[in-house]
Structure formats: C-alpha cells, structure tokens
C-alpha cells in the first residue's frame, strides 16, 4: 500500500509508514526518530538458541538452518519503545553455500599454512605465499561475511511492516576481518593478553555494523562507549569460562548492545556522522 504523506510502499496489512503515518487512523503518529530498542530474552531461550545454532553449525551442510535459528531468537527478542516488535523471515537456503563457508574457513586455513610449510624450502618463498594466501582467504570471508550480513539485516522485518536493509562496504569490511584474523594469530605468543585489544575492535565494528543498518527513512546508531565496551567484553571473557553461564552473558551483551542504539532520521544520521568525524 503507498502512503499518501511520502509516497512510500509499504507491504499490505501495514499499521504505520516509516514516516510515522498510521494507515488505521489515517493520521501522522510520532516516527520512528528518537525511539529506543530494548532486549528480551529467558536464559533458557538463549541457551536453547545457542544448542540448536551449534547443533546445526557443526554438521556444516546444515550451517545454514543455525544462523537462521540464531537471527529468529535475536529479532523476537526486540522491541520498540513504542510497542512494535520485530520478526525474522530469511530463507536459510539463500546463503547455504556461504554458511557452509564460514564453517570451512578455519580448516582451510589451517590446512593450506601446513601444505605451504611442508612444500616450501626457502624462508622469503614461503612467507610470500602465505601472505598471499592469507589475503585470498581474508577477502573470501569478506565477501561471505558481507553477504550473511545482508541476508540476516533484510530478514528483519517490524510488526509495522518495515523492512531493514544492510550497506556496508568491502574496504572496511576487509579491514575487520584482517584485524580479527591478526588478533586471533596472536592469543597462542601472547598468552592471551592480546585479548585485551578486542574491546577496541568490537567497539570500531559494533558502530560501524549498526551504522548500515537501516530503513527507507531510519537509521541506526549505536552510542555505547569504548570504556563500556571495555569491561564489559573482559568481563564476558571471563564469565564464559565455565561455559554453562555463556547463556546469561549473551542476554546481559544483548541487553546493553540494544539499549544502546539509537533510531535516527537519515538526516540526523548523516549530521551525527559528520560530526563525529571532523571532532
């Protein structure tokens, strides 16, 4: 159905336009600007969410019904501070082969490096190979990333009928994935203090993913501190340790992440970013 305020389509059985105008009453409710997101979800929920993803995840051909139970527990956990609720409808099958991908990924890698070692006299010779290797590979979980990304994002509908949409770009796409790849490369020589630069990088890809997430109007933002973010993925590292309380640290992440992040016009979006960035 199209609005008659700002001409968008949206899909029939809609309550309310992005722009705020409600079909049923056939005025202009307050918009989605300035709304807050909050998270809901049972221990048992989640623990029930993370069994069936790993459960799925660990037979690789299967990899792709996992992400879709993991999205589907986070979208019903979700809601607007103005009632609405979120749902999840993507089809597993759409990124069969790429979930099988990031399944892949680790004994690729691992495989590869040994072949190349075995196979390679000279020092120069081999340290060339994988790192050509290791970008191959980094630009190929670029790519599969980004598209589970999209999927999962535009499989996100609210109750009021609006659709997200994910458009992150490949250049700082790439450059998450090579500092996670180089951090991971490091826990063994460092004894794990290298854990301590994660809080840094979720934060730089906890702003920049919810950055592209967004409607036809809306924006999102996440406004969470670094030293926030900080303490509270020490903290989390240090409370999965005994894995049976891994549950309760994802909803108490989740809760936080969400009460975090802020709807915004794409105006005030675009004029929040430039001034975070000339400042």
């Known amino acids: 159905m199209e609005c008659p305020r700002c001409r968008l389509i949206s899909p029939e059985g809609s309550l309310r336009c992005d722009c705020g105008f409600s079909f049923e009453t056939r005025s202009?409710?307050?918009?989605?600007?300035?709304?807050?997101?909050?998270?809901?979800?049972?221990?048992?929920?989640?623990?029930?969410?993370?069994?069936?993803?790993?459960?799925?995840?660990?037979?690789?051909?299967t990899a792709a019904w996992g992400h879709e139970r993991w999205y589907r527990w986070v979208a019903q956990s979700l809601q607007l501070s103005d009632g609405r609720t979120a749902r999840f409808t993507g089809d597993p099958k759409n990124i069969l082969f790429f979930a099988m991908a990031?399944?892949?990924?680790?004994?690729?890698?691992?495989?590869?490096?040994?072949?190349?070692?075995?196979?390679?006299?000279?020092?120069?010779?081999?340290?060339?190979?994988?790192?050509?290797?290791?970008?191959?590979?980094w630009s190929a979980q670029t790519f599969v990333w980004l598209k589970i990304w999209r999927w999962a994002v535009s499989g996100i509908s609210l109750s009021s009928g609006t659709v997200l949409h994910f458009d992150g770009g490949a250049i700082a796409c790439f450059g998450w994935v090579c500092v996670g790849n180089l951090l991971a490369g490091l826990l063994l020589p460092t004894r794990g203090l290298i854990l301590l630069a994660y809080p840094p990088l979720f934060q730089w890809s906890g702003r920049w993913w919810t950055s592209h997430v967004h409607s036809e109007h809306h924006r999102l933002r996440f406004v969470g501190s670094l030293g926030q973010t900080w303490w509270r993925?020490?903290?989390?590292?240090?409370?999965?340790?005994?894995?049976?309380?891994?549950?309760?640290?994802?909803?108490?992440?989740?809760?936080?992440?969400a009460a975090?992040?802020?709807?915004?016009?794409?105006?005030?979006?675009?004029?929040?970013?430039?001034?975070?960035s000339s400042s």
Do not use: C
């Open 28 to 61: 202009v409710d307050s918009p989605l600007d300035h709304k807050t997101i909050t998270f809901s979800s049972s221990i048992r929920t989640a623990a029930e969410a993370l069994l069936v993803t790993l459960g799925w995840g660990l037979l690789i051909v």
């Open 102 to 137: 990031i399944s892949l990924f680790p004994q690729v890698d691992r495989w590869l490096t040994s072949f190349i070692d075995r196979q390679t006299g000279d020092e120069m010779t081999r340290m060339i190979l994988i790192l050509v290797f290791a970008i191959s590979l």
């Open 233 to 257: 993925t020490i903290a989390a590292l240090v409370f999965s340790i005994p894995l049976i309380t891994i549950p309760i640290v994802l909803v108490w992440l989740y809760k936080w992440g």
């Open 260 to 276: 975090n992040i802020r709807i915004e016009s794409e105006r005030g979006s675009t004029r929040a970013s430039t001034l975070t």
